[in-house]
């Protein structure tokens, strides 16, 4: 069992930045892929980003590649987003998730969740 916790979100401007974290329950953090996912009001929610275990190999959405970047600390079990480079549409509230299987984590159906963080990204 995995319990995720996500933090960091709140308001930005345009053109800002804004880092998100996510803690994790447990002795073996470093054994699951992670992912960051975001759901605007009225879309689906989608992959932003995702990272193996080691955090050797990560992946992006088209929409936010350049401008967020995801990493971990498996000494502090913790998953991160920095975003920068904000944009109105990238308002939405984001969830982290966790997997052992890093492709189920990419086509976005892992097995655990968190409750996520609101951003906001006013114009």
């Known amino acids: 069992q995995v319990q995720l916790a996500e933090s960091g979100g709140g308001l930005a401007q345009a053109g800002g930045s804004l880092r998100l974290s996510c803690a994790a329950s447990?002795?073996?953090?470093?054994?699951?892929?992670m992912g960051w996912f975001r759901q605007a009001p009225g879309r689906e929610r989608g992959l932003v980003a995702a990272?193996?275990?080691?955090?050797?190999?990560?992946a992006y959405s088209d929409s936010v590649k350049g401008r967020f970047t995801v990493s971990r600390d498996n000494s502090k079990n913790t998953l991160y987003l920095q975003m920068n480079s904000l944009k109105p549409e990238d308002t939405a509230i984001y969830y982290c998730?966790?997997?052992?299987?890093?492709?189920?984590?990419?086509?976005?159906?892992?097995?655990?969740w968190g409750q996520g963080t609101q951003v906001t990204v006013s114009s």
């Open positions: 990272i193996t275990g080691s955090g050797a190999i990560t």
């Open positions: 998730a966790a997997d052992r299987d890093f492709i189920v984590v990419r086509t976005g159906t892992p097995t655990y």
């Open positions: 447990g002795r073996t953090f470093s054994s699951y892929a």
